[in-house]
């Protein structure tokens, strides 16, 4: 069965810095893989996907992602951090069949 | 489009009571999934209903029960409400093909926030 670790459990970055948030991912064929964003109170939106394809991909709010099979991993990043993007971010794998499994989540606090 | 709604948003029961939370998917979604969020042991899959059939089921105790109905709408029922049962509960739908491929991801709703006194 697939499995996602995200290593980070809170990071803390300046607003207007880079940010990374990494994920490995263990799943035997490609996986489908995933990043959502979750605000206080709210439910988990989406961010991006990658099913196949190009190993980099563009989400919304200025998010991208690069999938590397060498190193199981999905990694977010943004070259530009906002105070808004303050939240708790999740990587999620797929199988084909809906089983899909999430990572424990990063909670991301941007200082001023 | 309306996204996933979920209703109510915020419960307050106490222990020994039963609870029902509702969840409409998006139009022409047929798969809805339950979870339960809690601080300490984050995401967890409850199970996932397509086309009034569970279908996939996650280690929750028999306490966790849910159903479809015809129009997908789908309820999550918990009887004998414990302490930690408090938590957010997420519904997410997604679209399944005829040919039953799956065209994730999962699209979340709001959530209800349980609260157990």
């Known amino acids: 069965a697939q499995s996602v670790t995200q290593p980070d459990i809170h990071i803390t970055v300046s607003e207007g810095a880079s940010l990374e948030l990494r994920c490995n991912y263990s799943y035997g064929a490609t996986p489908y893989l995933f990043w959502y964003v979750q605000s206080p109170g709210q439910g988990l939106q989406l961010l991006l996907k990658?099913?196949?394809?190009?190993?980099l991909v563009q989400g919304i709010k200025g998010f991208e992602a690069e999938f590397k099979r060498s190193q199981s991993s999905f990694n977010l990043r943004k070259p530009s951090v906002h105070w808004s993007d303050a939240a708790e971010y999740f990587c999620?794998?797929?199988?084909?069949?809906?089983?899909?499994?999430f990572g424990a989540g990063t909670r991301l606090t941007v200082k001023p | 489009k309306a996204g996933v709604t979920q209703t109510p948003r915020y419960l307050i029961k106490t222990r020994g009571q039963q609870v029902t939370l509702s969840c409409s998917p998006i139009?022409?979604?047929?798969?809805v999934s339950w979870y339960q969020q809690t601080p300490g042991q984050g995401l967890q899959f409850l199970f996932e209903?397509?086309?009034?059939?569970?279908?996939n089921k996650g280690n929750f105790p028999g306490r966790f029960s849910g159903r479809q109905f015809s129009n997908s709408r789908s309820e999550m029922n918990v009887s004998t409400l414990e302490l930690g049962d408090s938590a957010l509960y997420l519904c997410a739908s997604h679209h399944v093909v005829a040919d039953d491929r799956e065209d994730l991801p999962q699209h979340f709703g709001d959530g209800t926030r349980l609260s157990i006194l």
């Open positions: 139009s022409g979604h047929r798969s």
């Open positions: 999620a794998v797929g199988a084909g069949n809906n089983d899909m499994r």
């Open positions: 990658y099913f196949s394809g190009d190993t």
């Open positions: 209903y397509f086309s009034e059939t569970q279908r």
